[in-house]
């Protein structure tokens, strides 16, 4: 029912940028946690980035300083800028939310980011 799309992604070179958006289809967007998460290829899912429905922030280490979570709760979406990309960043990018009430998660299909010279 509820429904998470990605979108953003694509080739961009060592140094480059990118913003990555998710789409939320569910009326109490407001209070889900949200996060992104990554999947490199040959590796396991990692978090990247979360925010709370209170606006807390959280990043990985291999991020700090580099990426930004965000959040409209008017347009019902989440982002993540992520600036100073080297090839390590390379992955399926999937976007998550968390209804606490109900302890489920939410996942989307996930869209690729591939850093490349």
């Known amino acids: 029912q509820v429904q998470l799309v990605e979108s953003g992604g694509g080739l961009v070179q060592p140094g480059g940028s990118l913003r990555l958006s998710c789409a939320v289809s569910?009326?109490?967007?407001?209070?889900?946690?949200m996060g992104w998460y990554r999947q490199p290829p040959g590796k396991e899912r990692e978090l990247v980035a979360a925010i709370t429905s209170g606006g807390s922030t959280n990043y990985a280490d291999s991020v700090k300083g580099r990426f930004t979570i965000s959040r409209d709760n008017a347009k019902k979406a989440v982002y993540l800028q992520m600036n100073s990309l080297n090839t390590e960043d390379t992955a399926v990018y999937y976007c998550n939310a968390r209804y606490r009430l109900l302890s489920r998660h939410y996942w989307g299909q996930g869209t690729q980011v591939t850093v490349s010279s």
């Open positions: 569910s009326s109490i967007f407001s209070i889900y946690d």
